[in-house]
Nanobody
Framework: QVQLVESGGGLVQAGGSLRLSCAAS????????MGWFRQAPGKEREFVAR????????YYADSVKGRFTISRDNAKNTVYLQMNSLKPEDTAVYYC????????????????????WGQGTQVTVSS
């Protein structure tokens, strides 16, 4: 079993930055691919970014490409999402998730591809 806990959310002005962290406990996530998703009020949960088990092959949703960076530190069992140039439309609850498939030729961007989820952290971007 894997437990994931997100942190780092908050209120920021448009154009600002935040760094989200996702700390894993229980079974190590070093053999898992990790992803970030987000869910805005009234909307479905959507894919944001994914990283393979060794930190390679980062993949991003078009809406965040060039602004967000996913990374991981397997020694700390932690995944990060650096978010720059934030926009009001980035406002959402952000979730990290673990995928038991450590690599994939086709990026796995659906919620059903992930096996474990955190409880989420709120990000609010004011205009």
């Amino acid at each position: 079993q894997v437990q994931l806990v997100e942190s780092g959310g908050g209120l920021v002005q448009a154009g600002g930055s935040l760094r989200l962290s996702c700390a894993a406990s229980g079974r190590t996530t070093s053999n898992y691919a990790m992803g970030w998703f987000r869910q805005a009020p009234g909307k479905e949960r959507e894919f944001v970014a994914r990283i393979s088990k060794n930190g390679g092959f980062p993949y991003y949703a078009d809406s965040v490409k060039g602004r967000f960076t996913i990374s991981r530190d397997n020694a700390k069992n932690t995944v990060y999402l650096q978010m720059n140039s934030l926009k009001p439309e980035d406002t959402a609850v952000y979730y990290c998730a673990a995928d038991r498939l450590p690599y994939s030729v086709v990026p796995r961007t659906t919620t059903g591809s992930y096996d474990y989820w955190g409880q989420g952290t709120q990000v609010t971007v004011s205009s």
